[in-house]
């Protein structure tokens, strides 16, 4: 396991008395595409610094490819962050020279043909002109001139059109099959998670609260409907649940389906939906 693309164990990160991570363990398949999801403030930014050497952890350790990373940025990992750091005043071209200056494994070649890929992303613009979307365009084509074996995206999509989210999509999964690049990608669009990912890590206050295979994790969760006001299903973990004048719903993960419930997997954006509604009924509970 830890020659892994990626491999935590017991992971920490606080911040004074704020605790970002704690207890974070998992695994990231080689040549996957895993998604990283959870509420606002689950720690998932801070994960994927730790990840990229750009923070040390506070317990536990981080490897990557079997390599421990200690608070530098590592060279087999790229980061895109959402703060998608270009420099203003650079054309788009002068942002690849830059990119070739920084780095010492660098293919220019890999750089601008992202950049042809991507549609109405002007090369002797500067960036201080582009569009959100297009800005954001130009930092994949950075990350991906890295020639990266771990690719980490921090809400890549959020500035995208549909039809540019599309493309980008397309390119990243043509460098999971063309080169084997492991990809780890956080982002709140459920949909085009589910269309690109094959793995998922669920953060939730800073804790791990699912991490496995897609088909896996889906499997061993049911939505239960049954009459209202019977007990919920005991040998399973009710993830969350909800009532009506005639009914039950309930996400439960594990157990057995009792008489008289009706029982199916759920599909990835109702499990996120319900973790994420036990997450913030769990907030309000303790304000």
């Known amino acids: 396991m830890n020659g892994a693309p990626v491999c935590a164990e017991g992971v920490a990160k606080h911040f004074g008395r704020t605790r ?129 074996k771990v690719l980490l995206l921090d809400e890549p999509l959020s500035d995208l059109d549909p039809l540019a989210r599309d493309e980008t999509l397309r390119i990243v999964m043509t460098d999971v099959a063309e080169r084997g690049t492991t990809v780890l990608l956080s982002s709140h669009l459920l949909t085009d998670l589910g269309d690109v990912c094959d793995h998922l890590l669920l953060l939730d206050g800073g804790r791990m609260q699912v991490a496995g295979d897609i088909e896996h994790v889906l499997h061993e969760h049911r939505v239960l409907v049954g009459p209202a006001g019977r007990p919920l299903p005991a040998g399973g973990v009710v993830v969350d649940s909800s009532q009506t004048a005639r009914q039950t719903t309930a996400l439960v993960r594990g157990g057995t389906v009792p008489d008289g419930w009706e029982a199916t997997h759920p599909d990835l954006e109702a499990l996120v939906m319900g973790y994420l509604r036990a997450s913030r009924a769990r907030r309000t509970a303790r304000q």
């Open 20 to 148: 970002a991570l704690d207890d974070c363990s998992f695994t990231v398949p080689e040549g996957s595409v895993t998604g990283l999801v959870g509420p606002n403030g689950a720690g998932k930014s801070t994960l994927l610094a730790l990840i990229a050497g750009l923070a040390r952890p506070t317990r536990g350790t981080v490897r990557v490819h079997g390599t421990e990373v200690r608070g530098r940025m590592h060279p087999d990992v790229s980061l895109l962050t959402q703060r998608r750091p270009l420099y203003d005043r650079f054309t788009v071209r002068e942002m690849m020279r830059a990119g070739a200056a920084m780095n010492a494994r660098w293919s220019a070649e890999r750089a601008f043909e992202v950049l042809d890929l991507l549609a109405g992303v002007d090369k002797d613009a500067q960036v201080r002109t582009l569009s959100a979307g297009a800005r954001t365009q130009v930092a994949i084509a950075l990350a991906l001139g890295r020639l990266p």
